[in-house]
């Protein structure tokens, strides 16, 4: 009988360890975004999507030579890109949301700055408002596909912008969304890139490799409704072509510069071959990916803020 009592401890202790074990090689999420599960690349099926046409129109001869990579719905790298669908047939609306800056700004110094700016404590808490409430994120491209009824379209989700290619969008933006597993659209204006407080080349990589979307902001950040329509098509088609050059990924998303745009810009921005186009636009419907409004979050809308634009869309 003594001799069985060391088995039987031996036996608790291994089933401990056991235990122990598959406790603790379970994934240990503090912020366990997009991890629950949800069914990437599954086949929503989203039927009553066709709501838009898209504009039409053949090979432009005036547009510059097919530098750009093939306008295949590719997907970007898969970190962060799973999110839960809707019902199949279901599209509910996915509310974009537009952010400048993330920094800090004295607004009785620099009130335009301040304007544009959350703070990182701001941003921070939002996002973790967010991800709290059940919402994921798509990309634009996700976003464009699921209304053009092709892919699965989210059941909860926000599609964060960043207008402008600002260096904090490097430094401050991804490191906060990857706490949350969170992906995120940046919008690039060509000229800017490199200058001072701007990102250069290798942080836009960066950012792409980290599973986030680079899209298009025109070449120069002019008023695309003031130009003639060769300068026109050359700000918006060189501008993505370029910058797919330099990611070797295809640039399928473009943003208005200051929200600017009308018929023309509209047609050549999808004859350019751009599956959506971000504006200002505060608020209305999302039946038409080439003009699809935006929720602005400038310094002096906090948690609260967010919360409510968000819920007046996606409760
Ligand atoms: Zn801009």
Do not use: K
Not at 58 to 66: F, I, S, T
Not at 74 to 79: E, I, K, S, V
Not at 103 to 132: C, I, K, M
Not at 177 to 188: E, K, N, R, S, V
Request: include cysteine; proline fraction near 8%.
């Amino acid at each position: 009988m003594r001799g069985l009592l060391p088995l039987a401890l031996g036996v608790l202790l291994t089933a401990v360890l056991i235990l122990l074990f598959t406790e603790g090689s379970r994934p240990a999420r503090v912020a366990p975004a997009n991890a629950s599960g949800a069914p990437s690349g599954s086949t929503g099926g989203a039927s009553g999507a066709g709501v838009y046409s898209l504009p039409t129109g053949g090979r432009d001869p005036l547009a510059p030579p097919d530098s750009r990579p093939a306008m295949v719905p590719t997907l970007l790298p898969t970190a962060g890109a799973a999110f839960t669908a809707a019902a199949p047939g279901q599209r509910p609306y996915v509310p974009v949301v537009m952010y400048h800056y993330v920094r800090t700004v004295d607004a009785g110094v620099d009130p335009l700055g301040y304007n544009l700016s959350v703070t990182p404590e701001q941003f921070s808490a939002q996002l973790n408002w967010l991800h709290a409430a059940g919402y994921e994120t798509v990309r634009m491209t996700t976003l464009a596909a699921c209304l053009r009824g092709e892919g699965a379209c989210p059941a909860r989700a926000v599609a964060l912008t960043f207008d402008d290619g600002y260096l904090d969008a490097y430094t401050t933006v991804m490191p906060i969304l990857q706490q949350y597993g969170f992906t995120a659209t940046f919008y690039i204006v060509n000229s800017f890139v490199g200058q001072p407080e701007y990102m250069n080349w290798d942080e836009i990589r960066a950012l792409q490799q980290a599973g986030m979307e680079i899209g298009a902001h025109s070449l120069t950040h002019l008023d695309l409704t003031s130009l003639d329509l060769d300068m026109l098509r050359t700000e918006v088609a060189q501008s993505g072509a370029l910058i797919a050059a330099e990611l070797g990924v295809p640039v399928v998303s473009f943003c208005y510069p200051a929200g600017r745009f009308n018929d023309t810009v509209v047609a050549v921005t999808g004859e350019a071959g751009y599956t959506s186009a971000t504006t200002t636009i505060p608020d209305g419907p999302q039946d038409n990916p080439l003009t699809l409004p935006r929720l602005r979050i400038s310094g002096s809308v906090d948690v609260e803020g967010l919360r409510w634009m968000v819920q007046a869309y996606l409760p």
